[in-house]
């Protein structure tokens, strides 16, 4: 699991690793699973669009809650969504979606929760306990699903420094602090321009530009550069691409025949070349190079964390471990030229709910297809 860690950090950050200290901070609120402290989490993406969310403890997953604050720059109030499950035995009840669910703040009650989302007063609520310990319950009926306070209150200061709103009246935990800031304005989101590429249907080279191309490929890509096979301290990003490295080695004794280039045709005059880079024991990767015909030697690594391409997008997708199998997903998207990376997002710390509870993005644009 050594080489899955080192590359997943790679592209997503700090990994969700659930032994962890419960007490320590960690991450980038940028990268992967952003800045955690306990059981809260701050992710911001490039827009400084920032979303908070905290989560049941890990001792109560058989009953799985979170609570999700989205805080764009310089709104006062941000969007507050909850989320849990029922215990399996109860998923076949009938009232279920009858009762009222109801915001319980250190055991008062402030209201049914409508549609799945806090209003206003309820989120000012939550905010105002936010400094102090809080037992955040969400009942419905006997039900109950407690969402841990632990973090809470350093995820919410850290969001109120990355949006500039420490000292202000927009902040949300921090108004009083001495060290004013400027809130900051929204960053604008990339637009990118998806080209026209081949069809599924046409991605095929003909026989002859196949010979031609498996002939050629060592000599356009430098299988042996520090960046994919690394060094004897530390591993590369595609030690599967070079015959030299013991991982390729140790596959071709079992799966030669995974061990093959294959070349996609993009368009007219790009081919994508790809190999397998790496395998752990829940993911692999597919290393994608961008070749031009017109100047193939001047390949273009794009990504060493593939596993797909199809219709003009790159897309990377990992499962992370730890309970509820939580996800990481990438997409690279052809803009004629480049591939152009249009998305970056993890689903956060799972904590009981299978695929996540919630989408925490770092990186997002809006594609338009020509």
Request: proline share 4%; glycine share 8%; net charge negative.
């Amino acid at each position: 699991m050594k080489k899955l860690t080192i590359l997943l950090s790679a592209m997503m950050g700090l990994l969700p690793l659930t032994s962890i200290s419960a007490h320590a901070a960690y991450g980038t609120p940028f990268e992967g699973w952003g800045f955690v402290q306990d059981d809260w989490q701050l992710v911001c993406d490039n827009t400084l669009t920032c979303r908070a969310a905290g989560y049941a403890d890990e001792s109560m997953l058989d009953t799985p809650a979170s609570i999700l604050l989205t805080a764009l720059p310089q709104k006062s109030i941000p969007d507050v969504q909850v989320a849990f499950e029922y215990q399996e035995d109860k998923v076949d009840s009938s009232d279920n979606e009858l009762r009222a669910t109801e915001l319980w703040l250190n055991n008062k009650n402030y209201g049914a929760i409508e549609k799945g989302e806090l209003n206003t007063k309820q989120t000012q609520q939550l905010l105002s306990h936010s400094r102090q310990n809080t037992k955040i319950e969400i009942r419905a009926g006997d039900d109950r699903w407690i969402i841990s306070d632990k973090g809470m209150s350093a995820v919410l200061l850290k969001l109120d420094e990355v949006q500039g709103r420490v000292g202000t009246s927009i902040a949300l935990v921090s108004k009083n602090n001495p060290n004013r800031q400027r809130p900051k304005a929204a960053k604008a989101k990339p637009v990118i321009k998806k080209a026209i590429s081949y069809s599924d249907d046409k991605q095929q080279l003909d026989p002859a530009k196949l010979v031609y191309f498996q002939k050629n490929i060592n000599k356009w890509i430098d299988i042996d550069a520090k960046e994919l096979i690394g060094s004897e301290d530390d591993m590369g990003d595609c030690e599967l691409v070079n015959p030299k490295t013991e991982a390729y080695q140790r596959m071709q004794e079992y799966g030669a025949d995974r061990l093959d280039w294959e070349f996609t045709p993009v368009d007219a005059t790009h081919t994508l070349a790809s190999h397998i880079c790496w395998q752990g024991a829940y993911n692999e990767g597919y290393g994608y190079w961008l070749i031009d015909k017109a100047k193939p030697r001047r390949s273009q690594l794009i990504t060493t964390m593939g596993n797909d391409y199809s219709n003009g997008e790159i897309w990377a997708t990992h499962k992370d471990r730890g309970f509820g199998d939580c996800w990481n997903r990438a997409i690279w998207v052809w803009d004629g030229k480049d591939f152009v990376q249009a998305e970056d997002s993890s689903t956060g710390m799972c904590r009981g709910f299978a695929g996540g509870a919630w989408d925490l993005p770092t990186y997002v644009s809006d594609v338009i297809s020509q």
